[in-house]
Structure formats: C-alpha cells, structure tokens
C-alpha cells in the first residue's frame, strides 16, 4: 500500500473574502456588501472577533448572476 495515499480526503479550509475584497470585484463600497448581507443576499460568516467573512465561491456565484443580469438587460 502507497504510504501517500489516504483514505480519508483532506480537508481544505474554505476560501473566504473580507468585506473589501468583495466590495472591490463588485465595485461598491465595503458598507454596501454588509448591508447585502443584512438582507439575506449575500451570507456571511463571523469571525471570532465579529468581524464578517464572505464564501468565495458564493460571491462569485453574485458575481456571475449580477452580470448575467446587466447583459440580459
């Protein structure tokens, strides 16, 4: 048996973005992406000193919606 292989799948920590650096691929301001998030558009999760954390793949899914949706218009 291959010493390398494991059985059980590695787990990778999520990628997760600060409320800056989602509000720069959306070009908005920081306080905009918190409001989305008080709303229910955007989840957020909260670190240990309550600061927000937003799933990359999540806002990318936003992101693909959003401009989806200018082009359509």
Do not use: C
């Not at 990628?15 to 998030?37: C, G, I, M, S, Y």
């Amino acid at each position: 048996m291959d010493p390398q292989r494991r059985d059980a799948p590695e787990e990778t920590p999520e990628a997760l973005l600060t409320p800056a650096e989602v509000a720069k691929l959306f070009r908005v301001d920081p306080k905009t992406v918190t409001r989305w998030a008080q709303a229910g558009k955007l989840s957020s999760i909260r670190t240990l000193g309550g600061h927000r954390r937003y799933r990359h793949d999540e806002v990318m899914s936003l992101l693909e919606r959003s401009q989806a949706a200018r082009t359509a218009s």
